[in-house]
Structure formats: C-alpha cells, structure tokens
C-alpha cells in the first residue's frame, strides 16, 4: 500500500469525530505502532472512519478496513471510497456459504484469509466487523469465523477488541443523515487464540470481550 | 415587542459602544478581579491541604476555577464582538446542551427524523428568530409549532412503542436546552427605553448573578451546610447552602443595579428571582439525572461535569427575567 493518507479520508474522518462527538478511552492497552487487527461491534456506515480517525495518525496510515465487496462495489463512489479514500481490503461476503462443495467451501476460506493477510504484510493493520453486517445496537451480533482463521493464519498479529457506543443512534442502518449525538469508543485488552482452541469457543471469547466493553444501555 | 428594529449600521455601533460602554468594562473588570481572588484561594487551599482526605474536593474545585477563567473568556468575547458572536455563542451552547441531553435520554430508531430536524432545522431557526428580532415567531416556535410538529412527525414514522414518552422527552429537550436557553441572547434584542446600546450589560447582569447564585450556594453549602434539602434528589444541596447562596448572591444582585435599568429595589427582586429559579432549574436537572442513572451530563468542561450541567440553572431563569424585563421596561 501507498504511504500517506488520502486528503479526503483525513476530511472525513474530521467530519465523522465532529458529528460522533467521539471519546476515545484506552482502557485494555495504548495505541502501538505494532500489526494489529481491531474487531469492533458494527451498528452505522460512521463506524469504520471513528475507529480509524480515533487512532494516532501515524498508525492510521498503515491501517485498512475489511469491507464487504459486494456492498462497496456497488456504485463508483463507493467503489472510489473504498478503494482510493480508505485503502479497503474487500472481500466477498458469504462466498463460503455459496460454495458448491466442502472442498471449494475451503479453497475459498483459504484464499479469503490469504487476501487479508497478504494485505497485512509486514506493516499493516486491519480493521475488521466480525458481525459482517450493522446491527440495530441492541446486542452485537454472533461473530464470524474470518477472525478466527485470520488470527490462526497470523498468531503475530495482536487482536485489539473495540466498543463502538450509540453509533447506531448517530447514524443507523438505512439512514442517510446523522443525527449528532455523542459517542463513545473503548479499546480492550488485546486476545490471543489459546494453543488447539476452538473456533467457536474462541469466537464466544471474542464475542464477549467486545461485548463487556459495553457502557451505557442494557447490557 | 415595538416595531422599531435595529438596522445592520446600527448593530456595527452597538459593537463600538460595548468597547466604549465604561460600567460594561467595569463588569468585566469585576469578574476579572473575582477569578483572580478564586484562582489566589485556590492556590493557598492546594498548598494546605497537600496530601489529606480533602484534596480530591481541592482537585475538583481548582479545575472548576481553570474552567471558569476559559468560560468567562470566551463569553467576553462573544459579547464584545456584538450580539451577532453572542448569539452564536447561545447557539453553539445550546447545541452541546441538546447534545448532552439526547443522547442520555433514550429515543428510539423511529425518532431519528425526528431528531435531525430538531438539530438541524428547530434549532438554528430559533436563534435565526432572535437574530432578525421577530419576536411573535421566537415565542411560539417551540411550545407551539415544535409541540405539533415533534408528535406528528415521530407518528408519520409509525413506531407507537412508548409514543407518549418519546415525544414528550424530545419536546422537554429543546424546551429547556433550546428555547429557555434562547431568551438569554434574547435579552439583546429588548428595546428599553433610555437603555439602547447597554443590553449586553443587561445580559451579563443576568449569567453573573445566576452563575454566582450556583457558586456560591457551593461555598456555602461546602462552609457551613449541614441540613439536607431535597436529599432525594441532590444529595450535595444543603438549607445553609441555598439561603446562604440565595442571600448573597441576591445581594450581590442589588449591589449591580447601576448596570441595569432597574432601580436598586427592583434589582434586588430580579436577582431574588434569577436565584430561586436558578435553584429550581438545577434541581430539576438533577431529578432528571437521577432518573437516568447518571451523575453529570457530560464530561465536556473540565470538573463542572457537562455543558448542561452548568447552565441548567440559566435555562429556567432566562426566560422568566427576559419576560419581566419585557413586561414591566419594555413599553
């Protein structure tokens, strides 16, 4: 990837901490120039460039989004967002469920987890909605296995997890325009698969460390 | 509301006059001298209480001082750059305070529309309203129009879970964050006779004496306060605090009346009332925490909690002083 910051990602992610009013607390570690992968509940369209814009501009360089192709590929503004603006991996979503066979189910996965982690490189960071799609903000959704097999895929890489507060009422799902109310991003302690964890006790882990983030609203 | 209205020169001199207004740089020069004897005492406070239980009250109010001095500075600002920086200044205020309040209040999904247009639309019309001084329009925007319109709209989306709560928190919201907020910059567009050109004085009279009323019923409450008034809903607030507050800040009050119009008796009344509903404002804002679960709105000025936290008192004694002034010097 390039160096540097497109100038109109730096503008909007200006934009995005004016209308998210955004406090951002390090509660589980400090921001680090290390790889990581930050795994955050997914509720609004605002929540990758918050968390993005949250981080020191020196880390925010070196880290990208994953992003569903099938959304950002949609149109040319989307498309020009995502891949000129932020630098998006994207990745198809459900291809696995779409295969034909066991065999091919697997050659996807693998070739999925070897996009993300080529797009890790030496460098790099990622961003990832292991929901796979935005929720209503009541509860975070069950996570998906592309976390799992990426942290198998790259045990060097540190998993931060992330809570993004009341984003879902700044800017929910099929809506268009914000309503500024103020919100709230929390960094966890980072995890680790343990040695022959499995994956959904892993995912259920995971789940959870997102989830206890959590401040205000029902728990 | 008398139909002669400033025009764009005039608003220009008014800027001039502000700078050249002598009792208006005295009370500039006031609050100065204040924020130098608070900032003194703190200091000393800090070097005797050093290291023992008290130094985390010490803490608190040291930072409140700090944030005091920014406050008054760029309120000075705001009025010297004429009513035009003022307003923006209510404006923005209000905005941070709406701010605060919606996003501890719980709304629905179904509320967002609505929302938006009370952020962007209800909102900045009613400080445009102020601007061009179209007094009829300011009085009903809120109570009137907003009240038919907030229902109405979160209706048309459908969602009648908790309806009746829904809508009443919105409206309740831009009452007290907006259009009670609002009639303080108001102030400014008050044509009394003899007094044209000093309505910022009159405007400064009414923070200073509201402000100070909260200050110090602190002091006094962290003086000498021992029996709890409404302990149920504000725990901190003590009978020695308020009467010792009310009673000096009212004085206080009496001893500004050559800034205002107001005969020394009659400033006496007004600020006896900008206390007590000063009082009742914040005791509101407290039952309405407690009811949410939360201690302070917000965590924007440093040690006073939020914005709407430190102008809740301001929000039910603006609209009240705006109304007596307007009905008994506003011919």
């Known amino acids: ?23 951002v607390q390090w509660a589980g570690c400090e921001p680090s120039e290390r790889q990581r992968i930050y795994f955050a509940n997914h509720t609004s369209h605002l929540d990758f460039v918050v968390l993005w ?13 994953i992003a569903a192709k099938d959304y950002w590929e949609e149109s040319w503004l989307r498309r020009y967002l995502a891949e000129n603006v932020f630098k998006a991996v994207l990745v198809e979503r459900g291809a696995i469920s779409k295969a034909q066979s066991p065999e091919e189910a697997k050659f996807v996965s693998r070739s999925l987890i070897e996009e993300m982690a080529a797009a890790l490189g030496k460098t790099n960071s990622l961003i990832l909605f292991p929901e796979g799609t935005r929720g209503t903000g009541e509860k975070v959704g069950e996570f998906r296995s592309g976390l799992y097999h990426l942290a198998l895929r790259r045990p060097d890489v540190e998993l931060v997890p992330a ?57 | 509301m008398g139909s002669c209205q400033y025009s764009a020169a005039d608003w220009a001199g008014l800027m001039l ?19 130098v004897i608070a900032s003194f005492i703190g200091d000393i406070l800090k070097e005797r209480h050093r290291n023992d239980a008290s130094r985390p009250t010490i803490n608190n ?47 629905r999904r179904g509320d967002h529309r609505t929302l938006f247009w009370s ?71 008050l044509k009394i006779p003899g007094f044209a050109g000093h309505d910022a004085r009159l405007l400064l009279y009414l923070v200073i004496v509201d402000q100070m009323s909260d200050v110090l019923q602190y002091v006094w409450g962290k003086l000498i306060g021992k029996h709890k008034i409404a302990w ?34 009659q400033s006496a009344a007004m600020s006896f009332t900008i206390c007590i509903l000063g009082f009742a404002g914040g005791l509101v804002m407290s039952a309405i925490k407690r009811d ?25 004694a603006a609209p009240i002083f705006f109304h007596l002034v307007r009905y008994y010097f506003v011919p």
């Open chain 1, 1 to 23: 990837m390039s160096e540097g910051i497109h100038p109109i990602a730096s503008l909007l992610a200006a934009v995005a901490r004016g209308i998210s009013g955004v406090q």
């Open chain 1, 53 to 65: 814009s949250a981080l020191p501009s020196y880390i925010r360089a070196r880290t990208r989004p």
């Open chain 1, 163 to 219: 809570y993004l507060e009341n984003m879902n009422r700044i800017l929910p799902k099929g809506e268009i325009l914000p309503v500024p109310m103020l919100s709230l991003l929390t960094f966890g302690k980072p995890i680790q698969v343990e040695p022959r964890e499995e994956k959904n006790v892993f995912l259920e882990r995971a789940w959870e460390a997102v989830s206890t983030l959590r401040r205000i609203g029902p728990a």
């Open chain 2, 17 to 35: 006059h502000a700078i050249h207004d002598p009792k208006l740089m005295w009370l500039f020069g006031g609050v100065l001298f204040l924020l």
């Open chain 2, 61 to 107: 109010l040291t930072a409140r001082i700090r944030a005091w001095w920014k406050m008054c500075a760029v309120f000075a600002v705001s009025l010297l750059v004429g009513p035009d920086g003022t307003l923006s200044l209510f404006g923005l205020i209000s905005f941070m305070a709406m701010r605060e309040y919606m996003t501890l209040v719980p709304t």
């Open chain 2, 119 to 189: 952020f962007f639309v209800i909102m900045p019309l009613q400080y445009y309203l102020v601007s061009i001084q179209w007094y009829g329009f300011f009085a009903i925007m809120i109570p009137v129009l907003a009240f038919i319109f907030i229902p109405s709209s979160i209706a048309i989306y459908g969602d009648t879970e908790h309806f009746l709560e829904r809508a009443a928190k919105i409206q309740f919201g831009l009452m007290v964050c907006v259009y009670c907020l609002s009639h303080a910059p108001a102030l400014l567009l």
């Open chain 2, 232 to 265: 149920r809903v504000s725990p901190n607030k003590t009978w020695e605090g308020f009467l010792g507050g009310v009673a000096t800040a009212t004085a206080l009050g009496t001893a500004l009346w050559w800034v205002t119009p107001f005969t020394p008796v």
């Open chain 2, 292 to 316: 949410i679960g939360i201690k302070d709105f917000g965590v924007v000025i440093e040690g006073h909690g939020g914005i709407l936290d430190r102008i809740d008192s301001l929000c039910f």
